[in-house]
Nanobody, 123 residues
């Protein structure tokens, strides 16, 4: 079993920054991919970013490129999503998840999820 605990969401004005985190515990493997998804009310969960646990390679959705950065701290078993230049359309619940197969841009690939953290961007 893998447990994911998220924190670091909040309310911020447009143009501001937040840095949600995702602490991982339990059974872990270097082959994991940690993904970030978001889900706005009435919408499907959509891919935002992913990072490989072994070597930190990152992948981003087009909407995230240039503004969002994912990085990991292996010593703390934690991954982060640095979010800059936030826009109102970034408002959503952000989830981290663990995938062990591809494609990691699809939510159904993920085996484990955190509880989600709310990000609200005011205009």
């Amino acid at each position: 079993q893998v447990q994911l605990v998220e924190s670091g969401g909040g309310l911020v004005q447009a143009g501001g920054s937040l840095r949600p985190s995702c602490a991982v515990s339990g059974r872990t493997f270097s082959s994991y991919v940690m993904g970030w998804f978001r889900q706005a009310p009435g919408k499907e969960r959509e891919f935002v970013a992913a990072i490989t646990w072994s070597d930190g390679r990152t992948y981003y959705a087009d909407s995230a490129k240039g503004r969002l950065t994912s990085f990991r701290d292996n010593a703390k078993n934690t991954v982060y999503l640095q979010m800059n230049s936030l826009k109102p359309e970034d408002t959503a619940v952000y989830y981290c998840g663990v995938a062990m197969v591809v494609p990691f841009t699809i939510a159904t690939t993920y085996h484990y999820w955190g509880q989600g953290t709310q990000v609200t961007v005011s205009s």
